[in-house]
């Protein structure tokens, strides 16, 4: 039987005229990456590249929805562990950070997912949901009384933050040296840094990040001398299994909350309201029922944004997949941003249409034991908000195009001008 077919190294900087190894690549404006992403799937197998700077060590690049999707739902051959980022965590910044849960696999995965999920009662979520409404109005109405301005920096980009620590039981005493910290801690994710800042820049996120984690260690020993009825209170606790997280463990679950979590929904809310002010029509369509329209509405904005662009994965057992066979060890890129536009499998799939259907997209994940664990939270502060913003007298739109940052990792924005419509006591009269 003759094996599949190889392409060669490093073949894509000839045949699909891109070289995702490059810091240079992901400058170029995003319609350029998603065309070279496009002539990237239309190759007979995934191509490899090699970096040229740092560790050199080869990738090989899934670009097609059924690729990318397949892998996922194979951990045991496409693990996470050592680490799905790049570069992968160090082994000291696991011993003194933890080891996040998208790291792990199998049994370690399995049992640390089991202890969260059962923090998060039906009792507790109900609860959040809930205060997902208030929260969105109070953060909506916060805007209207600041005026225009950046919407990175306004009131309702702050809404999965305000969320996440309502839910986790986070004191307000704490909140906004947290948020700064955060800030610190994944300002440059993703992103070469050039000159002094190479230096620099790492050493502060990682000060912010241990800092962040300190605050957490003491806000769990609080709570386990007197809990509350909060998620941080149910996993310092133990279970019915008698598993309960350390200090530790705690902080880098909720560095992971909050870097994650955060970060992609906000990013995904600031595109989103880019999306509905570039297409009057969708937006139109949505205002006019939302609740009919709301669930098809995320879902497009999150395919059509994709927040994380892509995760890495470590070949632990020998695999035929996408025209390629995989040995252990190689290392392999998952591309979300491209599965999402895979033509394949989306229709026109570089249209914005909040009524697509099906959308299977893979914009939290491609499925398998890493699905992400806060899609459902995500979806309802993206409705609720968008609820508050949309369908206000004088509701909010862009008032110029985002600034994106430079980055192979997450589709941030930096900055988005905003204001308010017609009509609107702060908007053009």
């Not at 065309?35 to 899934?62: C, H």
Request: hydrophobic content about 40%; overall charge positive.
């Amino acid at each position: 039987m003759n094996a599949p077919t190889q392409v060669p190294t490093d073949r894509a900087r000839g045949t699909a005229g891109a070289d995702l190894a490059d810091p240079a690549f992901w400058r170029l404006p995003r319609t350029e990456r998603l065309s070279a992403f496009a002539r990237l799937r239309e190759l007979e197998a995934p191509v490899r590249f090699t970096p040229r700077t740092g560790s050199r060590t080869p990738f090989r690049v899934l670009v097609r929805h059924a690729d990318v999707r397949a892998a996922s739902r194979q951990p045991q051959v496409f693990a996470s562990a050592p680490g799905v980022t790049v570069p992968e965590p160090a082994p000291w910044a696991k011993a003194v950070f933890g080891n996040s849960m998208v790291n792990m696999d199998g049994a370690e995965h399995a049992g640390l997912r089991r202890t969260i999920s059962r923090a998060f009662t039906p009792r507790l979520l109900a609860a959040a949901e809930e205060n997902i409404e208030a929260v969105a109005r109070r953060l909506v109405d916060e805007a209207i009384a600041e005026g225009p301005g950046d919407f990175m920096r306004s009131a309702p980009s702050r809404m999965p933050f305000e969320v996440i620590c309502d839910l986790m039981g986070i004191p307000a005493r704490h909140r906004s040296a947290i948020a700064a910290r955060i800030d610190h801690a994944s300002e440059y994710v993703g992103v070469q840094r050039r000159g002094r800042a190479r230096l620099r820049v790492p050493g502060r996120g990682l000060r912010s990040l241990a800092r962040m984690q300190l605050e957490m260690a003491g806000i769990a020993r609080e709570r386990r001398r007197a809990p509350a009825d909060d998620v941080i209170s149910a996993l310092v606790r133990a279970d019915v299994d008698g598993q309960a997280l350390s200090s530790r463990q705690l902080g880098a679950f909720f560095s992971l909350l909050l870097v994650a979590g955060v970060e992609t929904t906000r990013n995904a809310i600031a595109h989103g309201l880019v999306l509905l002010s570039a297409h009057p029509d969708q937006r139109t369509l949505l205002e006019s029922d939302f609740d009919r329209h709301a669930d098809g509405a995320v879902d497009e904005i999150v395919r059509h944004s994709t927040p994380i662009i892509q995760f890495r994965r470590t070949v632990a057992a020998e695999c035929v997949l996408g025209g390629h066979t995989f040995l252990p060890g190689e290392k392999v890129v998952l591309l979300y941003a491209s599965a999402n536009r895979d033509a394949a499998v989306f229709e026109n799939p570089d249209e914005f249409d909040i009524t697509r259907s099906p959308n299977p997209h893979l914009g939290y994940g491609g499925g398998g034991p890493h699905h992400c664990l806060g899609a459902h939270l995500a979806k309802l502060e993206m409705k609720a908000l968008f609820r508050e913003m949309l369908t206000r007298p004088g509701g909010v739109r862009t008032s110029g195009g985002p600034v994106l940052v430079d980055s192979n990792f997450d589709n941030r924005v930096g900055a988005l001008p905003f204001t308010f419509l017609p009509g609107h006591p702060n908007g053009p009269q």
